[in-house]
């Protein structure tokens, strides 16, 4: 059955994750289309979005956009004022969950599990150490794991070099590394899908492990005790609802399930923009509880609101 809704996709942007967001934009302006969405159109994000979405007037906007700009409330605020309903979450949601010490108090209080940090800026978290090793660094407000490094033991002073994706952010955030596995978890409105096992090629899931072609192996259900799939998938519908979160969300975690190892399993942050390629992780989520990447994007454009 045809639709004639305009819908608009938001893909490319201005962020450090363009490419990424160009491939998710594609993809889920394929799967509109063959779900029976006759008036597609695919719109790589500039400046001028304000402009050009009064000009092509969408009765609804698929945001594929990633990372700043697109991920952390600015769009959806354009959006809000022209009143054009929109996926995923909105303005405060996706606020907070970018700016992860915020996220990460708004996680403290309600009550779920963190790795100890401190926020700092990318010149002192250069120059010595302020917690011990071994400990992950990252900017506060980047997603996709760009500029993401984990100090070890032995490593004197941070760094092997500052990155840019730093410099950029300026602030930092330093958490104690968890060992173990890394898991991630779906969420549509209130519901978890599944319990996923990302395996990466690369020493740690980072930028080339989750988008390089071979750079990770994904395992859904993931192979853990039934007891930690069922805590995961509860702690990720809390984040998503202590958020305020709406659509879907993705809760990355790690569980320390190391010989000797504390067996605890800590939330990470949670993507309010989920990578959307047929092959990323919500979409396998949902094809393995039967649900075909066009019914999870037609799912999407349904749940589409400007309310908030």
């Given at each position: 059955?045809?639709d ?11 962020s ?28 790589d ?13 969408p ?9 700043r ?13 022209m009143?054009i ?53 990252k900017?506060?407000?980047e997603g996709?794991?760009v ?12 760094p ?6 730093w410099?950029?952010?300026?602030a ?8 173990g596995r ?11 899908l599944?319990?996923t096992?990302i395996?990466?090629?690369?020493e ?8 390089a ?10 192979a ?6 069922e ?10 609802r202590?958020?305020g979160?709406r ?7 790690r ?10 399993l ?19 989520q ?12 037609t799912?999407?454009v ?6 908030r």
């Open positions: 059955m045809s004639a809704r305009h819908i608009v996709v938001l893909k490319g942007g201005l450090t994750e363009r490419e990424v967001s160009l491939n998710s934009g594609a993809a889920c302006a394929r799967a509109l289309r063959n779900a029976g969405f006759d008036r597609v159109t695919e719109l994000v500039g400046a001028d979005v304000a402009l050009r979405l009064a000009e092509l007037k009765d609804v906007v698929f945001n594929a956009l990633h990372g700009f697109g991920e952390d409330g600015c769009v959806q605020g354009i959006l809000e004022l009143r309903p929109y996926t995923h979450s909105g303005v405060r949601a996706s606020a907070i969950a970018m700016d992860k010490p915020a996220a990460k108090v708004v996680f403290a209080a309600a009550g779920l599990p963190l790795a100890e940090g401190v926020e700092t800026t990318a010149g002192e978290a250069a120059e010595r150490h302020l917690m011990p090793p071994p400990y992950v660094v900017p506060t407000n996709s794991s500029g993401v490094h984990i100090v070890r033991p032995g490593d004197n002073r941070y092997r070099g500052l990155t840019e994706s410099e950029a952010a300026k930092v955030l330093l958490e104690r590394f968890i060992p890394e898991l991630t978890v779906a969420v549509m409105h209130d519901r978890a599944a319990v096992e395996l990466p090629a690369t740690f899931y980072d930028y080339e492990a989750k988008y072609a071979g750079g990770s192996r994904h395992v859904v259900p993931a853990i005790p039934d007891a930690v799939t805590k995961a998938k509860a702690l990720a519908v809390a984040a998503h202590a958020l979160c659509g879907v969300s993705r809760s990355d975690f569980y320390d399930d190391t010989p000797g190892g504390t067996g605890e800590i939330i990470l942050e949670v993507n309010t923009q989920p990578g959307m390629t047929a092959t990323s992780l919500v979409p396998e949902a094809a393995h509880l039967g649900m075909s990447f066009e019914a999870l994007v799912w999407m349904e749940d589409a609101s400007c309310d």
